[in-house]
């Protein structure tokens, strides 16, 4: 069955850390780009981060740089988020995506979403 797996949201404070890890299965995961895009209710989707198959080139949005990093362990198919130094701005639902850019039709398989809430 083909289909990603999201894990690792949940509630933290502004300040503190967490980190997202996605499951992929049922495709050659080392094939793909993957990114993670958020959504905030009443707001549009947000690419947050994105990293090519094999790992040589990511992407970090603006409002995220040098707090999340994006990893993938392509022998075990799992993508990462690691989110520090969290802000109130970062609460959302997270997807896991299989692709690459800024609109939703970049990607063609999406995880089910894990909430993240950054509050004290």
């Known amino acids: 069955q083909v289909q990603l797996v999201e894990s690792g949201g949940g509630l933290a404070q502004p300040g503190g850390s967490l980190r997202l890890s996605c499951a992929a299965s049922?495709?050659?995961?080392?094939?793909?780009?993957m990114s993670w895009v958020r959504q905030v209710p009443g707001k549009g989707l947000e690419w947050v981060s994105g990293?090519?198959?094999?790992?040589?080139?990511?992407y970090y949005q603006d409002s995220v740089k040098g707090r999340f990093t994006i990893s993938r362990d392509n022998a075990k198919n799992t993508v990462y988020l690691q989110m520090n130094s969290l802000k109130s701005e970062d609460t959302a639902l997270y997807y896991c995506?299989?692709?690459?850019?800024?609109?939703?039709?970049?990607?063609?398989?999406w995880g089910q979403g894990t909430q993240v809430t950054v509050s004290s």
């Open positions: 995506t299989r692709g690459w850019g800024l609109s939703a039709d970049k990607y063609d398989l």
């Open positions: 049922g495709f050659t995961f080392s094939n793909y780009s």
């Open positions: 990293i090519y198959n094999d790992g040589s080139a990511t």
